[in-house]
């Protein structure tokens, strides 16, 4: 059959009208937080791929990718996806979100500056990029958030609601990062409550204790192979809230694999813990 001939049979692909480019970056960013909440297990991440002509569905625990072909019929859209997706248990915010944000960020910012090497300057870091293409300041706080949508599949896109800041840390001539989510628990930004197995090809510890108000910590550490160091605080409070506060020795991402530019992650997981045991992180004063 000529390519005439096919395209006569198939009819004309209709333009997509999505955007391919923030579905992918949200699914990503999607990812990179349920690793970080259940951090020691490396979690699949739903992604649907849309392009002219074809649409492949990524589902956890698929065996491979399916097709479906403009004018076939799409299996029917399963609503236990959304049913049973991660969502805040907690209670709603008293204060408007750019509220949160402010204050969140004047906390944060306070702590980490007492805590880090004097001389120690903060500067803008990629993971403070929301939505994609908006720079935000050093540890300035932003409002993650998506509704839970069904999609083909069986899959469900969206569901984030959380806050979100990071920034980059130069020390003389060396360089690191410092990042913190804040949400309501029971989402899908909640923090890790448990230790279990070290990722793949790391080596460190994790350790759980509770904490002078009841907290639940986990504090974790762990060294990629040939590669940077985390350090990772998990902390569930009493009232409500879900604080992770990650600092790791490099520039960019410790994911990334690049060789650690400073001896270790710019804050211990001490000064993390204080971090985020500080009473003023919360998101209900």
């Given at each position: 059959?000529?390519?005439?001939?096919?395209?006569?049979?198939?009819?004309?692909?209709?333009?997509?009208?999505?955007?391919?480019?923030?579905?992918?970056?949200?699914?990503?960013?999607?990812?990179?937080?349920?690793?970080?909440?259940?951090?020691?297990?490396?979690?699949?991440?739903g992604?649907?791929?849309?392009?002219?002509?074809?649409?492949l569905?990524?589902?956890?625990g698929?065996?491979?990718?399916?097709?479906?072909?403009?004018?076939?019929?799409?299996?029917?859209?399963?609503?236990?996806?959304?049913?049973?997706?991660a969502?805040?248990?907690?209670?709603?915010?008293?204060?408007?979100?750019?509220?949160?944000?402010?204050?969140?960020?004047?906390?944060?910012?306070?702590?980490?500056?007492?805590?880090?090497?004097?001389?120690?300057?903060?500067?803008?870091?990629?993971?403070?990029?929301?939505?994609?293409?908006t720079?935000?300041?050093?540890?300035?706080?932003?409002?993650?958030?998506?509704?839970?949508?069904?999609?083909?599949?069986?899959?469900?896109?969206?569901?984030?609601?959380?806050?979100?800041?990071?920034a980059?840390?130069?020390?003389?001539?060396?360089?690191?990062?410092?990042?913190?989510?804040?949400?309501?628990?029971?989402?899908?930004?909640?923090?890790?409550?448990?230790?279990?197995?070290?990722?793949?090809?790391?080596?460190?510890?994790?350790?759980?204790?509770?904490?002078?108000?009841?907290?639940?910590?986990?504090?974790?550490?762990?060294?990629?192979a040939?590669?940077?160091?985390?350090?990772?605080?998990?902390?569930?409070?009493?009232?409500?809230?879900g604080?992770?506060?990650?600092?790791?020795?490099?520039?960019?991402?410790?994911?990334?694999?690049?060789?650690?530019?400073?001896?270790?992650?710019?804050?211990?997981?001490?000064?993390?813990?204080?971090?985020?045991?500080?009473?003023?992180?919360?998101?209900?004063?």
């Amino acid at each position: 059959m000529s390519r005439e001939q096919f395209d006569a049979a198939i009819g004309v692909v209709p333009p997509s009208t999505v955007d391919v480019d923030a579905v992918l970056d949200r699914e990503r960013r999607r990812a990179r937080v349920r690793r970080v909440a259940n951090p020691w297990t490396a979690a699949c991440a739903g992604v649907a791929a849309v392009a002219a002509g074809a649409v492949l569905v990524l589902a956890p625990g698929d065996p491979g990718p399916s097709f479906v072909q403009p004018g076939a019929s799409a299996p029917p859209p399963s609503s236990d996806a959304c049913r049973l997706a991660a969502r805040p248990t907690t209670a709603p915010l008293r204060e408007k979100a750019n509220v949160v944000a402010d204050r969140l960020t004047t906390v944060l910012t306070d702590a980490v500056r007492q805590r880090v090497a004097a001389g120690t300057t903060l500067g803008v870091h990629t993971l403070g990029q929301y939505p994609k293409g908006t720079q935000h300041g050093p540890l300035v706080f932003f409002h993650v958030f998506s509704a839970l949508v069904p999609q083909d599949g069986g899959v469900c896109s969206g569901g984030e609601d959380y806050f979100m800041a990071a920034a980059s840390t130069t020390e003389k001539a060396h360089k690191g990062n410092v990042w913190a989510v804040v949400g309501r628990l029971g989402g899908n930004a909640s923090p890790a409550t448990e230790c279990g197995p070290a990722p793949a090809d790391t080596q460190g510890s994790c350790h759980r204790r509770t904490g002078p108000h009841g907290e639940t910590i986990v504090e974790e550490t762990f060294t990629i192979a040939d590669g940077p160091t985390v350090n990772r605080v998990n902390v569930a409070k009493p009232d409500g809230t879900g604080v992770i506060v990650e600092a790791q020795n490099t520039a960019r991402d410790a994911k990334l694999g690049d060789a650690p530019d400073m001896p270790s992650p710019p804050l211990s997981l001490g000064q993390l813990a204080e971090v985020a045991l500080d009473p003023g992180l919360t998101l209900y004063p």
